[in-house]
């Protein structure tokens, strides 16, 4: 009986030793898996932040030059009626745009426009508010005509030559007094 006993306890021993290896090897599994899918997850999570940081850093460009050439437009109905605060307050919202554009250091395809911008009209853009404060017609034409120019010849340099913009013509189809 004492063999049995001593034969009993050791299966048993070997038994739960084999268990407590078995379950050693399960937990390290279990740890290496863990620290797999951590892993994995910090990758999805550092991608999401790539992701969602590039779709921040992408600036509609074509949205702001459409708002300053409504503003040009505007501009030039204000200062044609010698409207000088709205013409001031367009001026202003012009200058505000191309801070914007020099502000998100735009590149456009291969061209840093934010350069451009800020090389090629902002400084047009402080002369003009300049014949805006002089509240001369003829001197207002002369900048805005300096502006307008500075403006085509960005879209030539940045190889968007086809934009050409130009003085308006006809206030008709604009829902606004400029008087």
């Given at each position: ?61 074509a ?17 044609q ?21 020099i ?29 805006i ?19 085509n ?8 030559e ?18």
């Amino acid at each position: 009986m004492k063999v049995s006993f001593a034969i009993l306890a050791t299966l048993c021993v070997v038994f739960f030793g084999f268990q407590q290896l078995r379950i050693n090897s399960l937990e390290d599994k279990i740890l290496e898996s863990s620290v797999e899918q951590q892993k994995a997850l910090q990758k999805i999570k550092d991608a999401d932040k790539e992701n969602s940081k590039t779709k921040e850093e992408h600036y509609e460009l074509a949205l702001a030059m459409a708002r300053m050439q409504t503003y040009m437009q505007k501009l030039h109905f204000a200062g044609q009626n010698e409207n000088w605060k709205l013409a001031e307050f367009y001026t202003h919202e012009l200058e505000e745009t191309m801070e914007d554009i020099i502000d998100h250091n735009v590149v456009d395809e291969g061209q840093e426009i934010s350069s451009l911008v800020k090389k090629m009209t902002f400084p047009n853009i402080e002369k003009l508010e300049k014949n805006i404060v002089s509240e001369d017609k003829a001197s207002f034409v002369e900048g805005y005509q300096l502006l307008l120019r500075s403006c085509n010849n960005c879209h030539v340099v940045s190889k968007h030559e086809f934009i050409k913009i130009t003085t308006p013509q006809n206030e008709g189809f604009i829902n606004q007094d400029f008087r």
